[in-house]
């Protein structure tokens, strides 16, 4: 987000002001002597010079993070002592995917584990979906000296209902394609205090990706949950800590309510040579059934490096108990086969990404992104399927990469094509199944 730091002017603006008044001296003495009118005339000429450089200075942007997905602040309708602002973007996708086994909904859904399903369909077949779910809707407010800070709130919704969803006739592809708004963030901030839901402090937007499928690489670290957060300056950046809502389970399978909620915080540091973070998370798990409980926890660095011109390489590692923040619920946050059996054992992971941005021109460029993620713990037993193994699929790792071309012709309108190519380690040999899918989309901003 651009901000603005207003102050007296600058020693550099008067010093700059100062070294231009000669040439405007030059200009205006044409005789020997200069009547009163002519140096009235020079002091108005250099405090207009001296008001252009201030506002120059003052108006420069600082660094930031220019992820699509940040709210950014722009012009809206202010009532009283708030002001209202309004959008978006219109998202049309068109997929199409191999191995398909033609599944309601599979590829409009694009969750690492129907890939995975897909993959090992012994099927080639390639399938095609289009999609307009993934458009959002958000309004932002901001309301100038509630008690002598702003008080800023945001709310944005989807369409993009999950396959259990569509199976439960709540949205269809058969005649009318329509789906229900989704809550995807809906928070207030107000002196350095976040209240509500958006996404995880766990999460490093600026490292994040920019691929068409959103947040479909293999170690994506995503969750929007609700939570208390409160940031606070620190050496070169700031702090963040929060209080995060603690649950666990897939789908509809829960293990237990949580007794206390999943404590995260995340240092960043940002400056012209990029942002660079670590962040740490404590969770509780536990299971009445099997009358057991274990706290345990993840860590995750991250960084976005400027290279050459406007490129930069972003990279992510995370490791731990990382169960549903990471790869969209690629993985549990329990070995299953152990609850089963009566435990509650933590399933260690690991993920790492890799993604490269190159401007081929202002309006063209490109992103190349590695992912991979893998299980590190020992799975109880390996071998039987689907679910005693331990995790969610037959897989225990996964690899993506993912290439794109995009041209932007305007900051409000993007197009571009994406292929994409995922790998799939089975658990029980040193086996793969393969899963590819190309993707053209069209993002218009409002």
């Known amino acids: 987000m651009t901000t603005t730091t207003r102050f007296a002017t600058h020693p550099l603006v008067r010093a700059v002001a100062l070294a231009g008044a000669p040439l405007l001296m030059l200009g205006s003495v044409t005789a020997q002597a200069q009547s009163n009118t002519e140096l009235e005339e020079l002091r108005e000429r250099i405090q207009v010079l ?15 993070d220019d992820n699509p997905y940040l709210l950014r602040d722009g012009d809206g309708i202010k009532i009283g002592d708030t002001t209202i602002s309004f959008g978006g973007f219109i998202k049309a996708d068109a997929i199409f995917g191999s191995g398909g086994d033609g599944t309601l909904n599979s590829y ?13 369909s012994d ?33 944005e919704m989807d369409f993009n209902q999950d396959l259990n969803d569509a199976l439960n006739e709540t949205g ?21 205090w976040d209240f509500g839901q958006t996404y995880t402090t766990f999460t490093d937007l ?19 949950q609700p939570q208390i957060r409160y940031t606070m300056a620190a050496p070169g950046g700031k702090l963040m800590v929060a209080l995060e809502n ?15 909620p999943d404590l995260v915080a995340r240092y960043q540091i940002r400056g012209n040579y990029g942002f660079y973070s670590v962040a740490g998370m404590v969770r509780n798990l536990e299971d009445d059934g099997a009358d057991d409980t274990k706290v345990t926890g993840a860590v995750s660095l991250s960084a976005r490096i400027p290279t050459i011109g406007r490129d930069d390489l972003r990279l992510q590692y995370s490791y731990g108990t990382l169960g549903r923040y990471m790869g969209l619920l690629t993985y549990p946050d329990v ?19 890799a993604a490269y941005r190159h401007f081929w021109s202002p309006a063209w460029r ?23 193994n331990g995790t969610l699929s037959y897989f225990d790792s996964s690899t993506s990469v993912h290439a794109n071309l995009l041209w932007s012709a305007h900051k409000n309108l993007t197009l571009g094509l994406e292929y994409a190519y995922w790998d799939f380690g089975e658990i029980a040999g040193s086996g793969s199944q393969q899963y590819e899918q190309v993707m053209a989309s069209a993002k218009l901003s409002f």
């Open 366 to 388: 490109s992103n190349l992104t590695v992912s991979h993620t893998e299980i590190v713990s020992d799975l109880l037993n390996p071998v039987a399927r689907p679910v005693a």
């Open 123 to 155: 099927t080639s077949d390639w399938k095609t979906g289009f999609s307009a779910r993934e458009s959002r809707i958000s309004i932002g407010t901001k309301t100038e000296d509630v008690a002598g800070h702003n008080l800023t709130t945001y709310v």
């Open 172 to 192: 269809n592809e058969i005649v009318s394609n329509s789906y229900s708004p989704r809550l995807r963030q809906a928070y207030g901030s107000w002196n350095g």
């Open 335 to 353: 070995d299953l086969a152990e609850q089963a059996a009566g435990e509650v054992e933590p399933l260690k992971t690991y993920g790492v990404t």
């Open 206 to 224: 600026a490292a994040m990706p920019e691929i068409l499928n959103q947040g479909k690489q293999a170690a994506f670290i995503y969750v929007t």
């Open 50 to 64: 001296e008001g252009k450089l201030e506002g120059a200075v003052s108006t420069a942007p600082e660094l930031r």
């Open 246 to 260: 603690p649950e666990d389970g897939f789908y509809g399978r829960s293990y237990d309510d949580q007794s206390y």
């Open 108 to 120: 409009t859904i694009g969750l690492p584990r129907t890939f995975a399903k897909a993959a090992g």
